[in-house]
């Protein structure tokens, strides 16, 4: 087996996890790394894996062979990553959000837009892959609740509760607070699975932070509505819970605690779909399964790609699309004003 020489950028939390799940593949090489800290460093060579770190991304590439790479940084340095990698063929996945800002978005796209043949490409919305919301779609596709008439969403977390510090109550770097860093997931779910809305009505709230710790939104498509709660303030939270509901002119539908509701209107019969009924994640070549559900899928989707010439479930394409609607939100919070979905 040929296998795929990946490097890691950013070693925090999120990046040791996915190293945890890439080391873990018979299909990978890890090829190196970049992150300066020390004590970063230190836990890497602890968990037994002898790779150089380098202190750039340019440094990196110019002195070993890569074949993709893992950006495991704040949003605001995705484009610059991407300005390194793209050009010379070497494949990208970005940790979400996509970039700081929708104007970042789209210059990643653009580079990737001027390529003869674009390299692999992906953004780290693992809900897309987590076997409950790949349900969703299927019952969405199959039209089992007609014709949409509304719905509501939220996506909560009880993690901010007091004055924070670091690059995330930092909107320049971080993209925003809990909409950028915590709603974004949700977003792309609406977006994916109900399309993108014509307008946006939203309210941010600080509680604790520099950044928003609540939002508030109304989004209107062209024949229904949905309002949406984000919030990384929640009492009583302590893990991120998602909550789906969407009303139907022949069914409703509520995702929650892992599990779909399906109601017939004609009928009042109720069907539930449970962790057991739901599609498995594809862990082929995972010698260790991880807890999470989604991001060894979302891995192994990457690392498959690299090469093969085919598009990613979230591909920098996609990435834009949440960015339009995060942006959106922000416009119309900082307006005061219901707005057209941003370009």
Not at 12 to 23: A, D, P
Not at 207 to 225: G, N, P, R, T
Not at 251 to 260: F, G, K, M, T
């Amino acid at each position: 087996m040929n296998k795929k020489k990946i490097a890691v950028v950013g070693l925090g939390k999120i990046g040791l996890f996915h190293l945890s799940i890439l080391r873990n593949l018979d299909s990978v090489e890890i090829a190196g790394f970049v992150d300066e800290k020390k004590a970063v460093q230190k836990t890497v060579r602890g968990m037994g894996v002898q790779v150089p770190f380098f202190p750039s991304v340019q440094e990196l590439l110019s002195k070993t062979e890569v074949n993709g790479i893992f950006a495991c940084v704040p949003p605001a340095f995705n484009p610059s990553i991407a300005e390194a990698c793209i050009p010379k063929g070497v494949s990208l996945f970005v940790e979400k959000p996509m970039a700081a800002d929708l104007a970042g978005a789209k210059k990643m796209l653009s580079i990737l837009s001027a390529q003869k043949a674009a390299p692999a490409n992906a953004v780290g919305y693992m809900v897309a892959h987590a076997p409950i919301f790949i349900k969703l779609r299927e019952i969405l596709t199959a039209g089992i609740l007609g014709p949409i008439e509304s719905y509501s969403a939220s996506i909560l977390l009880g993690e901010v509760f007091k004055k924070q510090e670091g690059w995330r109550q930092n909107p320049k770097i971080s993209g925003g607070g809990a909409v950028a860093v915590l709603g974004s997931h949700l977003l792309y779910l609406v977006q994916s699975s109900l399309g993108m809305p014509k307008t946006i009505q939203a309210k941010t709230t600080s509680l604790y932070s520099i950044v928003e710790d609540v939002a508030d939104i109304e989004f209107k498509h062209e024949d229904f509505s949905g309002k949406i709660k984000i919030s990384w303030s929640e009492p009583d939270c302590p893990d991120v819970v998602i909550r789906i509901e969407i009303k139907g002119s022949k069914a409703d539908l509520l995702v929650q605690e892992n599990r779909i509701t399906l109601k017939e209107k004609s009928s009042g019969q109720t069907k539930i779909f449970y962790p057991w009924d739901l599609p498995s994640e594809p862990c082929e070549g995972l010698k260790v399964r991880p807890a999470r559900e989604g991001y060894a899928a979302q891995d192994i989707a990457f690392v498959n790609s690299i090469g093969a010439g085919k598009d990613n479930l979230v591909s920098f394409q996609a990435g834009v699309q949440v960015q339009r609607l995060i942006e959106g939100v922000y416009r119309s919070a900082a307006s005061g004003s219901s707005l057209a979905v941003p370009e």
